[in-house]
């Protein structure tokens, strides 16, 4: 690429003015790539097929009223449902309040028959199964707080006082399990609900949660209103929604998050267009004469035009792929920092890294048309004389 | 003088511009011969047409109507592309103010004009070095234009200008910017472009003591020539 050097020596002409617009452009995809990573990482459109089949059934007044664990075996065999299992909060934290995580007293058998995504070895499956204070847990918490098979870990449960008054508890490691949904979902603890039953000072008999899941027979809709009515009128009425919109109601605690991104980068690519844009024409504006000397010396209008339309890509590319790289590695570092709060982590796919390209070879082109056609259909004679 | 001994032949151009809705006609029914190896020296007074008819020798312009042959090619009839084309092998240009593009040193001003060849990159490197040795200036090969004198800049433009071997060299006011002393060098260096390489040279100047260097002037007036031996 002959021209390489003349295009490079050109879009230096001046200085700062090409090192600032080089760093709006790399601020402006140093900004694309973070905020498509978190709208990705909130997007609750993920979720696998799996979760939209389950049903979860919570106390209608709030999710920390409690359930009796009678319930389950009632919904159980409700017709059209397939297997139930419950879950409850225990709210503990690992040495420090700081690193809290999610832990749950589980029915194990049930639980794993509903959440198959949960992979598990057979042989630590069965250990767990097998030792009344095991507990199994997701690899992404085994990855942050160093949890080995074999390890007695003690947690703090900042909500549950178990029959010697105190907070503290001790689980044995049995196994680590992967959420093969893709999800991420590996960043919970599980531990046996009959070993907390007994322990726990309080509330005994009670869960958080029922999670059902039907036998297709009927759909989902008339299950979880066959549920709520079973217990309508009684002590502890329940609400019963699929996990999906269970996620979704989640997600809009965070706004629409989609369209705030679509709406900043909007402005964003909008905002760069006019700065690289002002650059190009700027800069072919001051070489009027320079541009009818080329053409003097034989430079065609084609090769003109191709000149200053790579230069206006060169100076998107330059700034775009610093900011992505930037962004990339940025995006390592908050996911280590967001570990249990954003479990599935902060990355920037291979459709955002396409996305960015193509809006880089589009800054660059557009910005650089106008000028490129100007340039190209120059009139020697005119320019010459500076008429 | 035989076909072949001629150069350059124009043949009864007439170049007119539209001001508006005024047409101006600048050069009136023009005919001209520049033999191969002919060194000619364009006078006259301001607007009479000589950058005009400079232009249109060089192929940077067309005739409004007759034609221009060079080296027996038409190129009054020559479409945009393949005028560059002729322009980038068969024409060198140097201009009053020199024309060198600010952001490039001297030796890739002058390999401008290789950029257009098939030459490869250590082809052009050689082909620089032989410009700027002919025009005495080979130890400023990476100075940039800002880091050069009037002269040395003119003569940066002339090593560009011969660059890739032309056969006629069209200078516009070649001293036009520079001192008496500065002057008489570009001008001897023309003059032994033309005498030692064989380059025919039509050079339009105001100065009468730079037409001194020329085989012959023309005199420009008024759209219409007038010959007068040197
Ligand atoms: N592109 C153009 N459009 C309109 N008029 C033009 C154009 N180019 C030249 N002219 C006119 O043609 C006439 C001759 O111009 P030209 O530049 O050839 O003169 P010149 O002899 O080179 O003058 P000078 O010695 O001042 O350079 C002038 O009147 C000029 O205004
Ligand atoms: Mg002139």
């Known amino acids: ?387 | 003088m035989t076909a072949a001994d001629v150069l350059v032949e124009v043949a009864g151009v007439t170049k007119s511009y539209q001001k508006g809705k005024e047409t101006v006609e600048v050069l009136h029914g023009l005919d001209l011969t520049i033999p191969r190896g002919d060194f000619v020296a364009l006078m006259g007074p301001s607007g009479s047409g000589k950058t005009t008819l400079l232009n249109l020798l060089g192929g940077l312009d067309r005739p409004t109507v007759g034609g221009i042959t060079v080296d027996g090619q038409a190129i009054h009839a020559m479409s945009g592309g393949s005028l560059a084309k002729w322009r980038s092998t068969n024409v060198g240009f140097v201009f009053q103010f020199y024309n060198l593009l600010p952001v490039l040193s001297a030796a890739r001003n002058v390999e401008l004009p290789l950029l257009l060849t098939n030459l490869n990159g250590a082809q052009r490197k050689q082909h620089v070095a032989t410009a700027l040795a002919v025009v005495g200036l080979t130890d400023r090969a990476s100075h940039y234009p800002t880091e050069l004198s009037g002269g040395q800049e003119q003569r940066v433009a002339i090593a560009r200008a011969i660059v890739s071997d032309p056969t006629l060299l069209l200078c516009d006011e070649p001293t036009g910017d520079l001192d008496r002393e500065t002057a008489t060098e570009i001008l001897q260096l023309l003059q032994a472009l033309n005498r030692d390489h064989g380059k025919t040279v039509v050079m339009v100047t105001h100065d009468p003591q730079a037409a001194e260097y020329a085989k012959r002037i023309l005199h420009l007036d008024k759209g219409s020539l007038l010959e007068k031996a040197a």
């Open chain 1, 1 to 387: 690429m002959k021209y390489f050097g003349l295009i490079w020596s050109n879009m230096w002409r001046k200085r700062i003015r090409t090192t600032l617009t080089i760093l709006s452009v790399f601020v402006a995809f140093l900004l694309f790539g973070m905020l498509s990573a978190f709208e990705l990482a909130f997007d609750g459109s993920n979720a696998s097929i799996e979760n939209a089949e389950r049903l979860i059934s919570v106390h209608k007044v709030s999710l920390i009223n409690f359930l009796p664990i009678a319930y389950v075996e009632r919904v159980r065999n409700l017709p059209g449902v397939a297997n139930a299992t419950h879950s409850t909060w225990f709210g503990a934290y690992y040495q420090e309040s700081r690193n809290t995580f999610g832990q749950f007293p589980v029915d194990a058998e049930s639980y794993l028959a509903l959440y198959p995504e949960f992979t598990l070895p057979p042989e630590q499956e069965k250990a767990w199964l097998n030792n009344r204070t095991g507990a199994v847990v997701g690899r992404a918490i085994a990855d942050q707080f160093g949890f080995k098979v074999g390890d007695r870990v003690p947690l703090t449960s900042t909500l549950w006082t178990n029959m010697d008054g105190n907070k503290s508890w001790e689980f044995d490691i049995e196994g680590v399990f992967e959420d093969s949904s893709g999800n991420g979902n590996s960043v919970y603890m599980l531990f046996h609900y009959d070993y907390f039953d007994e322990a726990r000072a309080f509330a005994k008999g009670e869960i958080g949660w029922i999670i059902e899941k039907g036998d297709g027979s009927r759909p989902n809709t008339e299950l979880a209103a066959d549920i709520d009515l079973m217990f309508a009128n009684s002590s502890a009425e329940t609400k019963t929604t699929d996990e999906a919109a269970f996620a979704e109601e989640y997600a809009k605690q965070f706004g629409n998050i989609a369209l705030i991104v679509t709406a900043i980068l909007g402005a964003v690519f909008f905002t760069i267009l006019l700065v690289n844009g002002n650059t190009m024409a700027q800069s072919v504006r001051e070489r009027i004469p320079e541009l009818a000397v080329l053409k003097t010396l034989g430079f065609g209008p084609g090769t003109i035009l191709g000149m200053v339309l790579l230069e206006g890509v060169l100076l998107a590319f330059i700034g775009g792929v610093a900011g992505i790289v930037a962004a990339k590695w940025l995006l390592v570092m908050a996911s280590k920092a967001m570990a249990s709060t954003l479990p599935g982590g902060l990355t920037l796919n291979a459709q955002t890294i396409a996305w960015a390209v193509a809006f880089m070879f589009l800054v660059g082109m557009a910005s650089g048309l106008l000028p490129a056609v100007q340039a190209m259909r120059l009139s020697i004679v005119q320019a010459l004389a500076r008429r």
